[in-house]
């Protein structure tokens, strides 16, 4: 795997917390899957096998099963306006499903009818959702309407996606990293750089608002994660390999492999 050797990064700063190993660290990815952010207060967490979203805490670290007895196989989660949107696949179609405050279910999207990859989306601040279609066009929904809102150079893998910014962070690998706008412009580009034999597990964007891909590297049997510069798309961090696909990101950009029983007690 390539790995950017100064990009804009002149040292490494290491930050050493006393008592709680997760007091100055931000859960970033968990078994392979990205963690949502919910402000500076709580962290989202979905995990194989399990139809529970677990909500944390991040003051009293204290995790809350919720959503279980609506989603059967849940992987990304975003909050938006006080409603929760969660990826879900049921009897073999996509959906995206949205809780209120309560999680109790307001609405379910389907979402495979339109050619999207499973579990990928993005709620804009205006609340349209944002998905990738078969047709090298990311479409974004309203309540009464589908319609354009960019379009991408297609490559044999589909792509990730996550809000990010106020916009949406499109991942295509083998070819690019693309940062939009609410509006559909591009804020910035990344072309992609990293080995064909690398492939991409998932994007996170964590409560400062700091973009992180995971990469796993299969002859390694390992896993790397990459961190952004949000204003440029340089990458600015990256983490030593890892046996495990969690990690987590110190307050000053500092990216670790970290230990998923740190967070919710392993199950």
């Keep these: 795997m390539t790995r950017p050797t100064a990009w804009g990064l002149c040292s490494l700063l290491a930050v050493i917390s006393c008592g709680d190993p997760t007091a100055q660290r931000n859960l970033i990815?968990?078994?392979?899957?990205?963690?949502?952010?919910i402000g500076d207060s709580m962290l989202a967490i979905t995990r194989?096998?399990?139809?529970a979203i677990l909500v944390r805490e991040r003051r009293t670290g204290a995790t809350y099963a919720r959503g279980s007895q609506a989603l059967t196989s849940p992987h990304q989660v975003q909050e938006h306006g006080g409603r929760w949107y969660v990826s879900d696949t049921r009897g073999g179609e996509d959906w995206i499903v949205v809780f209120d405050a309560d999680w109790e279910v307001v609405e379910r999207i389907r979402t495979d009818?339109?050619?999207?990859p499973p579990h990928q989306f993005a709620v804009l601040?205006?609340?349209r959702v944002v998905l990738e279609g078969n047709d090298a066009r990311l479409l974004v929904m309203s309540a009464d309407s589908i319609g354009?809102?960019?379009?991408?150079?297609?490559?044999?893998r589909t792509g990730f996606l996550s809000a990010a910014s106020g916009g949406v962070l499109h991942a295509v690998p083998d070819r690019d990293v693309t940062l939009y706008n609410q509006n559909g412009n591009i804020r910035w580009q990344l072309p992609w750089q990293w080995e064909?034999?690398?492939?991409?597990?998932?994007?996170?964007?964590?409560?400062r608002?700091?973009?992180h891909l995971l990469f796993g590297v299969p002859g390694e049997q390992t896993f790397v994660c990459f961190s952004l510069s949000t204003p440029t798309g340089e990458v600015l961090w990256w983490s030593q390999p890892g046996p495990t696909s969690t990690f987590s990101v110190e307050r000053l950009g500092e990216i670790h492999p970290d230990n998923v029983e740190n967070w919710?007690?392993?199950e």
């Design 209 to 211: 608002g700091r973009i």
């Design 196 to 207: 064909e034999d690398a492939y991409m597990a998932d994007l996170s964007v964590d409560a």
């Design 148 to 156: 354009t809102f960019a379009r991408f150079e297609p490559a044999q």
């Design 125 to 127: 601040p205006d609340g």
């Design 48 to 51: 194989q096998g399990d139809a």
């Design 113 to 116: 009818t339109l050619g999207a």
């Design 29 to 37: 990815f968990v078994d392979g899957r990205g963690v949502a952010a």
């Design 264 to 266: 919710i007690g392993g």
